[in-house]
């Protein structure tokens, strides 16, 4: 292998790693903001539930942002394929539980604090806040239809 070969297969595979450096970096960034902003929701509900004050309702996308989403459905995906678990195997879980997680997408989502809690309603990622009785944000289409 010549020196300029050698010197370009090195230069691309820096490449290559700055760029998986740079994907995981920027989806711990995006996982980290979800993080904060749930942290500080809780907070507020705290806050509010203290005065005994009624909670606003968030609007879609406020939590689950659109780059969040999309870390959120490759993290599940990964999640399933990882457990050989299928759209109606998750599905099925949720009509025999309620609105329950199965376990392998539950830990593959973000930590939360104790008032909020992830639910599915369908193929649909629900973040809900427990003592509100109230649906925070959603995310449709969180379960693939099918796996590639």
């Given at each position: 292998m010549s020196s300029i070969t050698r010197v370009v297969a090195i230069a691309l595979l820096m490449t290559i790693a700055a760029t998986g450096s740079a994907q995981v970096a920027s989806e711990n960034s995006v996982v980290l903001a979800f993080q904060r902003a749930t942290d500080t929701y809780a907070f507020l509900h705290r806050r509010l539930e203290r005065r005994r004050e009624p909670i606003?309702?968030?609007?879609?996308?406020?939590?689950f942002t659109p780059a969040l989403q999309v870390v959120l459905?490759?993290?599940?995906?990964?999640a399933l394929r990882a457990h050989a678990q299928?759209?109606?195997?998750?599905?099925?879980?949720?009509?025999a539980t309620g609105f329950a997680l199965r376990p392998c997408i539950l830990a593959a989502?973000?930590?939360l604090?104790?008032?909020?809690?992830?639910?599915?309603?369908?193929r649909d990622l629900v973040l809900f806040d427990?003592?509100?009785?109230l649906i925070v944000d959603s995310l449709p289409?969180?379960?693939p239809d099918q796996l590639p």
């Open positions: 606003a309702e968030a609007r879609q996308g406020e939590f459905r490759a993290r599940i995906e990964r299928t759209a109606v195997d998750v599905h099925g879980a949720e009509l989502l973000p930590s604090p104790s008032e909020l809690e992830y639910r599915m309603a369908g427990r003592h509100a009785s289409g969180a379960v």
